[in-house]
T-cell receptor
Framework: EAGVTQFPSHSVIEKGQTVTLRCDPISGHDNLYWYRRVMGKEIKFLLHFVKESKQDESGMPNNRFLAERTGGTYSTLKVQPAELEDSGVYFC?????????????FGPGTRLTVT | GQSLEQPSEVTAVEGAIVQINCTYQTSGFYGLSWYQQHDGGAPTFLSYNALDGLEETGRFSSFLSRSDSYGYLLLQELQMKDSASYFCAVRAGDTGRRALTFGSGTRLQVQP
């Protein structure tokens, strides 16, 4: 079974540009999460989808971030326009079942550098 | 609000036993999870404790004391490949939220 995949693995953009990150969850997983880790600090929650619906977007830092989940399958996270403080590693995770909240399967992350 | 505290760094030698502690403050507690992350890799689920006591999975065990708001991850027979960051996490406290709040992570360095 394929794991969670993310694309691209790295992205270097200039301040003010737009970047779109993609996440493909494990097939059949209804829950999809986006997290961000900045400068080796804690992994911070951004938002949570259940199928195609946004269940919780309380962690989204501001309206420069837009997440979508088309047809309840893959998800995209767009940052527009990017700022320097958006640099970090963006992780996607998916889960399903009784322990869905506690046992999440993470992708390898997208390392975003804004210069 | 919620907060989790872990030591930032722990060093141990191959073959030894190491304990990584986690104390938490949260409004509403549903359980404590542990994740491992190797440099440049994806966080990987290790264990989950909902009730007090010790859960064992091979060389790794996780303990929870809800009355003390405390848990730990115990790694036995340390191997070089155990060098990684370890995160404790709790469910976000607000009713209906189904996200995890992570600690800052403990970087474990295993030396030969």
């Amino acid at each position: 079974e394929a794991g969670v995949t993310q694309f691209p693995s790295h992205s270097v953009i200039e301040k003010g540009q737009t970047v779109t990150l993609r996440c493909d969850p494990i097939s059949g997983h209804d829950n999809l999460y986006w997290y961000r880790r900045v400068m080796g600090k804690e992994i911070k929650f951004l938002l949570h989808f259940v199928k195609e619906s946004k269940q919780d977007e309380s962690g989204m830092p501001n309206n420069r971030f837009l997440a979508e989940r088309t047809g309840g399958t893959y998800s995209t996270l767009k940052v527009q326009p990017a700022e320097l403080e958006d640099s970090g590693v963006y992780f996607c995770a998916s889960s399903q079942g009784r322990l869905a909240i506690y046992e999440q399967y993470f992708g390898p992350g997208t390392r975003l550098t804004v210069t | 609000g919620q907060s989790l505290e872990q030591p930032s760094e722990v060093t141990a030698v191959e073959g030894a036993i190491v304990q990584i502690n986690c104390t938490y403050q949260t409004s509403g507690f549903y359980g404590l999870s542990w994740y491992q992350q190797h440099d440049g890799g994806a966080p990987t689920f290790l264990s989950y404790n909902a009730l007090d006591g010790l859960e064992e999975t091979g060389r790794f065990s996780s303990f929870l004391s809800r009355s003390d708001s405390y848990g730990y991850l115990l790694l036995q027979e340390l191997q070089m490949k155990d060098s990684a960051s370890y995160f404790c996490a709790v469910r976000a406290g607000d009713t209906g939220r189904r996200a995890l709040t992570f600690g800052s992570g403990t970087r474990l360095q295993v030396q030969p």
